[in-house]
């Protein structure tokens, strides 16, 4: 089944950051629908960062694609870094519509504790790559994930051995503390293996399809 691929990037980044992979499924598998968004305050969303006040707005977008889906059509969604967490509260929300959700070097939040903890555990590391209010981790802190919604949704981490942002200790914690359904491994795989990957990583997401799509 050709389900819809939604790409979701992480924190600063925009839909952009995505074009390679993006241009190889439009070259390879033209019948493939492959989505890139830009989340609220990023890339090419008109609204600025600074009006950007709640997680709300920020997964708007996220959410009002997903609203606007019909009831029968079936989505994987790819969350990259921070995109983690807006993956996993779209797939709170609409369990029904989400096949997989995949985790590229990202943060995976369980069912047990709130998606804030998880900033907490690399705070340190968030720090140096943005503002920490434009976290929302205090905000984050209040929402929980079910395991009625969230929980039944299959999950697939790929860890990137190279990572130099999240490296492979934090990524395999991750993989601990909420374990996924499958883990896929990208050698020699930088943070953003999108840009520097992309023939590797649409093979890894082509397998992901083949398996739960």
Request: hydrophobic fraction near 40%; aromatic fraction near 8%; proline fraction near 6%.
């Amino acid at each position: 089944m050709n389900h819809h691929m939604i790409l979701v990037h992480g924190i600063g980044l925009g839909a952009w950051c995505w074009y390679r992979l993006v241009d190889r499924f439009h070259s390879s598998c033209p019948d493939r629908l492959v989505t890139a968004i830009d989340l609220g305050g990023c890339g090419a969303d008109p609204r600025s960062f600074d009006s950007i006040l709640t997680v709300a707005d920020y997964v708007q977008p996220l959410m009002d694609l997903l609203e606007s889906l019909p009831s029968h059509k079936r989505v994987i969604l790819i969350g990259h870094s921070y995109g983690g967490l807006p993956i996993a509260l779209a797939a709170e929300r609409f369990p029904e519509k989400v096949v997989a959700a995949v985790f590229l070097t990202a943060y995976m939040p369980g069912c047990s504790s709130p998606l804030g903890h998880l900033l907490q555990e690399d705070l340190e590391m968030a720090e140096k790559l943005i503002r920490p209010g434009q976290l929302f981790v205090d905000e984050m802190m209040r929402y929980v994930l079910t395991e009625e919604k969230y929980g039944r949704v299959k999950k697939v981490f790929i860890l990137c051995e190279e990572d130099e942002v999240m490296n492979v200790d934090f990524q395999r914690f991750l993989i601990q503390n909420s374990p996924p359904d499958h883990v896929k491994i990208m050698e020699g795989a930088y943070h953003m293996a999108m840009l520097s990957k992309p023939k590797e990583l649409q093979q890894c997401l082509d397998e992901i399809v083949a398996k739960y799509g």
